[in-house]
Nanobody, 116 residues
Framework: QVQLVESGGGLVQPGGSLRLSCAAS????????MGWYRQAPGKQRELVAT????????NYADSVKGRFTISRDNAKRTVYLQMNSLKPEDTAVYYC?????????WGQGTQVTVSS
């Protein structure tokens, strides 16, 4: 299982920005499709964004389209989530995910709180 470590969460005012990072332990990082998910209190974990192995294709939840951007740097074994125009409803624990065939790994999560 690949080890994933998220960072970059915190407290931000509505309209602000944050960039989350997820660093992977495995040298073969580029074989994994990567994604960001989030879970708000009392709610199910939901997909935020995904990116293919080479980074050529991305997918976003409707609620974040036009505000969030997922990207990856395979040389640094890192995936990013740039979050702009943050809203209070974006408050959640954000999780990084790596998928390859039957392998499915998760990070420990990083808290994002959007509040004035």
């Amino acid at each position: 299982q690949v080890q994933l470590v998220e960072s970059g969460g915190g407290l931000v005012q509505p309209g602000g920005s944050l960039r989350l990072s997820c660093a992977a332990s495995e040298i073969t990082f580029s074989i994994y499709a990567m994604g960001w998910y989030r879970q708000a209190p009392g709610k199910q974990r939901e997909l935020v964004a995904t990116i293919t192995r080479g980074g050529s294709s991305t997918n976003y939840a409707d609620s974040v389209k036009g505000r969030f951007t997922i990207s990856r740097d395979n040389a640094k074994r890192t995936v990013y989530l740039q979050m702009n125009s943050l809203k209070p409803e974006d408050t959640a624990v954000y999780y990084c995910n790596a998928k390859y065939i039957t392998r499915d790994s998760w990070g420990q999560g990083t808290q994002v709180t959007v509040s004035s």
